[in-house]
């Protein structure tokens, strides 16, 4: 792992009172220079680490770029594309490795806004422990979407919701924050998604340890750049696997 930050401090003792964003990319190299400082301008507590899947568009040396003379940048750097449940793991283990208060997840395309860390920040302080940042939980609140995609994410969240119970409106969603806590309680060796279904089983593993669960209002904007990640596979995936986890939920093998 390549890294602009001091390497003085105790690794259990780097993140105390902070939040890490775990950053995944794979050929974001159009993104990534300008989402970066929109990030830290967000909130003073927050840092990134920048996981790369061995890019093949040089994503990966413009994190090293970043991170040479950003001390709140670091970069992980993966051998080829591992996923992106993998990916977010891997960073989360990282951050509560070195102390990290709450762990972020966010996308490097824009389609997340960091003027939401504040106030997802803020909640997990508080009143909630996993705080998810919902496209619909006031309506519908995406921009750029064709409806196909739209109708796609819509009834995911209602299947979603029927199968397992989860009482969110977008337990798809790939913002979040995570206090620390709600981490520590999870297994990661038995977290078995890697897609779509991802950001639905870390939700619910979180519902069903007793965690409080808080949404609050986004934007979401379609990528302004590069091309959507979602295939036929990922959703294939996330038909079956809800029902796994209802399954295990119900019998206590979580």
């Not at 220079?33 to 929109?38: A, C, D, F, K, T």
């Not at 009482?167 to 924050?177: E, H, I, N, Y």
């Not at 990661?188 to 870390?202: L, N, P």
Request: net charge negative.
């Amino acid at each position: 792992m390549s890294s602009g930050a001091s390497t003085d401090r105790t690794a259990g003792d780097r993140g105390r009172g902070r939040a890490l964003v775990v950053l995944p990319t794979y050929e974001e190299a159009r993104n990534l220079e300008g989402i970066v400082p929109l990030i830290l301008e967000a909130d003073p507590r927050i840092d990134i680490l920048i996981v790369d899947d061995a890019s093949p568009d040089g994503t990966g040396a413009i994190a090293d770029r970043i991170a040479s003379t950003e001390p709140r940048v670091r970069v992980l750097h993966r051998e080829g594309k591992q996923g992106l449940g993998s990916a977010y793991l891997t960073g989360f283990g990282i951050g509560l490795e070195q102390g990290y208060e709450w762990l972020i997840e966010m996308d490097a395309d824009y389609s997340h806004d960091p003027k939401y860390l504040p106030e997802m920040l803020d909640a997990a302080s508080g009143e909630a422990d996993l705080v998810i940042g919902s496209r619909y939980v006031r309506g519908v609140n995406v921009i750029n979407w064709p409806m196909s995609r739209l109708l796609l994410s819509w009834f995911a969240n209602k299947y979603a919701h029927w199968i397992t119970g989860l009482p969110l409106k977008d337990a798809t969603s790939g913002f979040k924050c995570f206090r620390r806590e709600v981490l520590e309680a999870i297994d990661f060796d038995r977290v078995g998604s890697t897609g779509y279904t991802f950001q639905i089983e870390m939700d619910y593993r979180a519902w069903k340890q007793g965690f409080r669960l808080k949404e609050i209002p986004i934007v979401f904007t379609d990528r302004a750049e590069g091309e959507s990640k979602m295939s036929g596979a990922i959703v294939r995936e996330a038909v079956w696997r809800v029902w796994a986890l209802r399954m295990k939920g119900l019998t206590g093998r979580l």
